[in-house]
């Protein structure tokens, strides 16, 4: 499975942000807290449906939203 791109709208800390990936590497770099797990936890809840980190999906809103979603694009 190939993820082309995954566009996350209020889960967790990310409010709104979009990511183009590479068919090759892509590597998450950044501060502590800034969200790198986060986003792999989205590429885990694209793929199986939950989150790797056994929440409730409750837990995965960002604060103050109502919702979450997490969209991608995906190639085999």
């Known amino acids: 499975m190939v993820v082309k791109n995954l566009r996350l709208s209020y889960f967790k800390n990310h409010l709104e942000q979009s990511f ?3 068919p090759q590497i892509n590597c998450f770099v950044g501060n502590n807290g800034v969200g790198k797990t986060n986003v792999l ?3 885990h809840y694209l793929s199986v449906g939950k989150s790797f980190l056994g929440n409730t999906d409750v837990n995965n809103i960002l ?3 109502d919702f979450f979603s997490i969209e991608g694009k995906v190639f085999n």
């Open 41 to 43: 936890d989205a590429l």
């Open 20 to 22: 183009d990936f590479s």
């Open 63 to 65: 604060l103050g939203g």
